[in-house]
């Protein structure tokens, strides 16, 4: 095996890591796959007698990508959090065998991403190498262009922020989350007020993203989303795990309607979200309607 072969081989082992690095840190499954792209490259040109520790020279090299794109992205106006969503990692349900499972039941949920998308570039930089990956500061410091303490400083003031949006861990059983999702849409097919608000939190809170032209439409309260509930006309299903929690691909027509993402916890749904952006919408549903 040459050089190259080598290195092609043991860069795949740790793609799914740097993969997992960078989507964290972007937001963006497309971005995401660009900065590990880019690390592939540094290292096909690299001096692979050089690189003591591979694994780690790869993550700095793609938390040093994703921290310039983090800073090249054009700052948008301070909207609100809910007024945009993350791309979520949308793959068909029922087709995955339990370690799979397991992996997609420990992804980073859209509440998270969408706080995570409100943090400066370096403080998220910090918070996601520190607190998700546990890299040590020193490491941080380097990647960042800070001091070790300026770096612990930037994790500290991350997690302040994301503690304080109080994100709700989702149920961690995938059967358990089908069987109250299945409840919902029985219920919503059927028009049935009282059984959507029995299989709704009462403080739940419904996002519906219709992209960059359009103001999200936020709905909190059972009886508000119980109201709103219904399938659009001949609408159909199909059954998604949307950033490791259960969601559906909605068509209508035949063509990609809609995406949404439900988090369960205690038997009951606390959250939706849905895209509605139809050029997200189409490339999001690909992995699902190929």
Known sequence: MDENDWLAEHFERHRPRLRAVAYRMLGSRAEADDAVQDAWLRLSTADADE??????????????????????????????????????????????????????????????????????PAERVAFVLHDMFELPFDEIADIAGRTPAAARQLASRARRRVH????????????????????FY?????????????????????????????????????AAVAAEARAPRGGQLRPALVNGVVGAVITLAGQPFSVMAFTVADDRIVRIDVIRDADRVRRLASTVLD
């Open 51 to 120: 690189i003591d520790n591979l694994g780690g020279w790869l993550t700095t090299v793609v938390a040093r990508e994703c921290l310039h794109m983090l800073r090249s992205r054009r700052r948008r106006p301070e909207d609100p959090l809910d007024t945009h969503l993350p791309d979520p990692v949308v793959v068909p349900d029922g087709l995955l065998d339990p370690e799979q499972e397991a992996l997609l039941a420990d992804s980073v949920g859209l509440a998270m991403l969408v706080v995570l998308d409100r943090l400066s």
């Open 164 to 183: 304080s949006a109080e994100i709700v861990r989702p149920e961690r059983d995938l059967a358990r989350q089908r069987r109250v999702v299945s409840a």
């Open 186 to 222: 029985a219920a919503a097919r059927a028009g049935d007020f009282d059984a959507l608000v029995q299989v709704l939190d009462p403080d739940i809170v419904l996002r519906t993203d219709f992209g960059a032209d359009r103001p999200a439409v936020v709905l909190r309260g059972a």
